[in-house]
C-alpha cells in the first residue's frame, strides 16, 4: 500500500470559548479548515459536580452544515427543537444535520452534577454544500454498543466504525456527503494499516495516549496531536506507543466558498444575514431554555 505522507502536523491548544476552555486543533492560525471538517473542538475531561460545570450550553440554533458529537467520557442531555430529547452516554455519538435550522441545547443531566463524574467529548462541525444547506434538519443518536468494529489481525486494535465504510463494514451515521468517521483503540503495541479513499481529504486526532504514524511521526498529547495528510497515498498505518485512543476523519472536499459567523455556516454574507433574520423570525423553531 502506498502510504499517505503528513500535509501538516497540527497542536490542540487551549482557547476559551465564553467561559468554557476547550482544546481546538482546527481551525487555527495555521489550519483554516480540513475541507469538509470546518472545526474541531476537544472538551474536557472535566471533573463535573455542582461547583463546577463548565459545559452546559443553553438553547441556540444552527444553520448550513451538521454538528456532530463523539462523547468520550459522562453523559449528555441533548434536546432540540424537532422536538427529540436523549441521553447521551460514553461512547454514543450524535449526528445533527442542522440544515435550514435547528435549535438545541446540551450539557450534563442534573443527575450526573450531583452525583458528579468525568464530562470529554469531541464536536464536529461537517460543512454541507450548498444544495444541501436547507434541506429539513434532522437528529440521529446511535448508542455505542450499536456500531460495527474492525479488529486489526493482531487483535490489539478496535475499529468503531462511526459512519462510512471499512473493509466491507459500515457505519450506522446516515450521512449527506462521502465521509468517513471512525474511533480507535489501540492497545501498545497494536497496529494496524488504515485504508482512506483517494478522493478524501483525510486527518487523524489523538485523544489520548502516544502513537505512531507511518513508523516515523509520533503523536502526542500537548504536541503533535492533529496529523493532516496529503491525498497521494492509499492510506497510513498505526502503531500504539502505549493504550491510545484515536480519531479519524476523511471526506470528499466540498470546494465551495464558506462565509461563517457563529452558529451559521453559509456560502455568503448574504446567506449568514438571511440565517440571523431567520432565528430572530422564529424559523428555526422553538426551545424552552434548560
Ligand atoms: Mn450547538
Avoid at 463548565?54 to 448550513?64: Q, S, T, V, Y
Avoid at 496531536?225 to 470528499?252: A, M
Avoid at 459567523?261 to 453559509?266: D, I, L, Q, R, T
Amino acid at each position: 500500500m502506498k502510504r499517505n505522507t503528513i500535509k501538516q502536523l497540527g497542536r490542540s491548544d487551549f482557547v476559551n470559548m465564553g467561559p468554557i476552555q476547550l482544546r481546538q486543533p482546527i481551525p487555527t492560525q495555521s489550519i483554516d479548515n480540513i475541507d469538509p471538517f470546518i472545526l474541531l473542538h476537544h472538551y474536557g475531561p472535566y471533573e463535573i459536580s455542582v461547583d463546577s460545570n463548565p459545559f452546559d450550553l443553553g438553547p441556540h440554533p444552527h444553520r448550513g452544515f451538521e454538528p456532530i458529537t463523539f462523547l468520550i467520557q459522562g453523559e449528555q442531555l441533548h434536546r432540540d427543537s424537532l422536538g427529540n430529547e436523549s441521553v447521551v452516554k460514553a461512547g454514543d455519538v450524535q449526528w445533527t444535520t442542522a440544515g435550514r435550522g435547528i435549535i438545541h441545547a446540551e450539557g450534563p443531566r442534573k443527575e450526573f452534577v450531583e452525583k458528579g463524574g468525568t464530562l470529554e467529548g469531541i464536536q464536529l462541525w461537517l460543512n454541507l454544500p450548498a444544495d444541501k444547506k436547507m434541506m429539513t434538519p434532522n437528529y440521529q443518536h446511535e448508542k455505542y454498543e450499536h456500531f460495527n468494529v474492525v479488529y486489526s489481525n493482531d487483535g490489539n486494535v478496535e475499529v468503531r466504525i462511526i459512519a462510512g465504510a471499512l473493509n466491507n463494514k459500515f457505519g450506522r451515521i446516515q450521512t449527506q456527503t462521502a465521509v468517513n468517521a471512525f474511533v480507535l483503540d489501540l492497545k501498545k503495541n497494536g497496529e494496524f494499516l488504515l485504508e482512506v479513499p483517494k478522493s478524501h481529504q483525510s486527518l487523524i486526532y489523538l485523544l489520548n495516549g502516544n502513537t505512531i504514524i507511518n513508523d516515523k511521526e509520533t503523536l502526542e498529547l500537548n504536541k503533535n496531536q492533529l496529523i493532516r495528510f496529503n491525498q497521494d497515498g492509499e492510506g497510513f498505518s498505526l502503531k500504539g506507543k502505549e493504550d491510545s485512543k484515536l480519531l479519524f476523519l476523511s471526506g470528499e472536499p466540498i470546494n465551495e466558498s464558506i462565509a461563517t459567523y457563529g452558529p451559521y455556516v453559509m456560502n455568503t454574507q448574504t446567506e449568514l444575514l438571511e440565517a440571523m433574520r431567520d432565528f430572530q423570525m422564529g424559523k428555526m423553531g422553538f426551545l424552552e431554555p434548560n
